[in-house]
């Protein structure tokens, strides 16, 4: 029988439910085997269709699910590879529920949210389990308590915990408690009133973490744990850090771990050790750089949140405070700014992944103000496509060069769609999606940075470097430096006297964990790390 760990929120979202639940995985992983499940009340079958600006990040997995955002905490803090089919939407179940309706297996019953969902979301819940063999279920029901959206999967987990017994379920309830200025103290009442709802529901939390600004004091853990009827130090404290990786220390600190050894009578060899040592990085850096991170999305920071890890991490294992200057390409595009300006006092350049036609012109000039200027340059998917355009339009002299995606009358379309894609007209799960095999260029800069000439990276794209084109390419100096297999797809490009400049068509920052840090990160910040041009603190 595994043993569950269901993780719920309330007061209001945003609240950090995702990295609280991945540094509990992480503080009792030892040699367990944990499996995250989440529990999403939208009705979409997965975020792939989401703008980025509503919903944060699309996380892409190796199976090729585009899942919620909190499955990168997962991976990077469990350090495990996670799965489309631990992502339950509502419009999944409800998918499966109309299935299975109208294959008349009901027996003509009217169908209803219960129980029938509610079966439907617990079948997936112990299905889930079993098939993986799971030593532990971490299970977290987004949103906030008291959304009718998610009250079906509440409803799920309550009827759980019966079927499970007690001794192997443990309920965690993530709450807020504001610190009011005027005042100078911090007010329970928000996280009564929630825990109350949640209690209402059938949840009791055996465990309550309380997002505050500051730690706790005592006084008012005791006041929270009085009125919301669990044990003094049951009450976890969960305030305001420099970095998400220090979570799972603090909560040791806290007294989270034994707590949950003894309800769920988990073995004792939990490790830290080398997660400490980054984590110590992170906060004690040795130098600092700043790099600019070029993008449409830039007001919404979880667009990109992945690449911010990835920086992180390289950062970490090198003991570099990477800064990142924001830097919206559409005041570029309209001339608010001059790509000088706009690139002031940074290190290096990062053009992400995107899609659409709304600042595409400022990324160009970007990459070219990056490949004439010997700046470090790193482009992510749509960052090698604009690559390649630039390239042809500056060095091969194709004017009107461009990608068809924004340009579908384009001259030369550097850039194009795969012959795959051009029937297609559903939207959702319909790019080349999940991990890829490429094989890299013996020597090249890629080749020295992943040790290897066969490398698995996630896509999400639809176009491609147009074969057409391959050798013009690369008789005007850009190196071709990996490919698919086949030998039909451009992989990788890069720029052989340049200090690094270096693109690919996947999604290399996905995989990247602070254990394990992707390796064209770690390229980049150490381009971008020339120790006489920048000491800490810029003196």
Not at 33 to 61: A, R, S
Not at 89 to 97: A, M, P, W, Y
Not at 314 to 341: F, L, M, R
Request: neutral net charge.
């Amino acid at each position: 029988m595994p043993k569950w760990i269901v993780v719920t929120g309330g007061v209001l979202s945003g609240l950090g439910k995702g990295t609280a639940a991945a540094a509990i995985g992480r503080l009792i992983k030892g040699s367990n085997k944990i499996v995250p499940i989440k529990c999403d009340g939208y009705l979409n079958v997965d975020p792939g269709t989401m703008n980025p600006l509503e919903h944060g990040e699309v996380f892409v997995l190796d199976d090729g699910g585009e899942v919620d955002m909190d499955f990168g905490h997962y991976e990077r803090f469990l350090d495990i590879d996670c799965k489309f089919d631990w992502n339950l939407t509502s419009g999944k179940i409800f998918n499966k529920v109309i299935e299975k309706e109208r294959r008349g297996e009901y027996l003509g019953k009217t169908i209803q949210i219960f129980p029938h969902v509610v079966d439907e979301i617990q079948h997936n819940f112990l299905r889930i389990a079993k098939d993986e063999k799971a030593d532990i279920v971490l299970l977290e029901i987004g949103g906030t308590i008291g959304d009718i959206e998610n009250s079906w999967f509440i409803e799920a987990a309550r009827q759980l915990r019966k079927k499970v017994g007690t001794e192997n379920f443990a309920s965690i309830h993530l709450t807020y408690v504001p610190y009011l200025e005027s005042v100078g103290e911090e007010k329970t009442k928000p996280a009564q009133r929630d825990l109350a709802t949640v209690r209402s529901m059938g949840i009791y939390p055996d465990i309550i973490i309380a997002r505050s600004k500051n730690q706790l004091p005592k006084k008012i853990k005791e006041k929270l744990a009085l009125l919301c009827d669990v044990p003094v130090d049951h009450i976890i404290s969960g305030w305001d850090i420099s970095t998400v990786y220090e979570i799972p220390l603090m909560f040791e600190r806290e007294g989270l771990l034994p707590l949950l050894q003894e309800k769920l009578q988990l073995s004792k060899d939990t490790v830290l050790g080398r997660w400490s040592e980054l984590v110590k990085n992170i906060q004690q850096p040795e130098k600092e750089v700043t790099v600019a991170l070029c993008g449409k999305y830039t007001q919404l920071k979880d667009s990109y949140v992945s690449v911010l890890e990835a920086l992180v991490h390289a950062g970490a294992h090198q003991k570099v405070k990477v800064n990142v200057k924001w830097v919206e390409t559409t005041d570029v595009e309209d001339g608010k700014k001059t790509v000088a300006d706009a690139l002031k006092g940074v290190a290096g350049i990062i053009i992400p992944g995107g899609f659409g036609s709304r600042g595409v012109e400022g990324k160009i000039q970007m990459i070219r103000y990056a490949r004439e200027n010997n700046i470090p340059f790193l482009g992510l998917c749509f960052g090698l496509q604009l690559s390649v355009v630039e390239y042809a339009r500056t060095v091969c002299r194709l004017e009107g060069a461009h990608t068809t995606e924004i340009n579908s009358h384009t001259p030369h379309p550097v850039i194009d769609l795969l012959e795959s894609q051009r029937q297609i007209t559903r939207m959702g799960a319909t790019m080349r999606l999940g991990s890829c095999n490429a094989l890299l260029e013996k020597g090249s800069l890629v080749h020295q940075l992943y040790g290897s000439v066969s490398v698995h990276e996630r896509h999400r794209h639809r176009y491609e470097v147009n074969p057409n084109y391959h050798n013009l390419l690369i008789q005007k100096g850009l190196r071709l430096s990996g490919f698919s297999p086949d030998k039909k797809l451009v992989e990788f490009i890069e720029l052989p006297n340049h200090t690094f400049f270096c693109a690919t068509q996947a999604h290399p920052e996905l995989k990247s964990r602070l254990l394990s840090p992707a390796p064209l990160f770690m390229g980049f910040v150490r381009a971008c790390c020339r120790e006489d041009e920048y000491p800490l603190n810029g003196q």
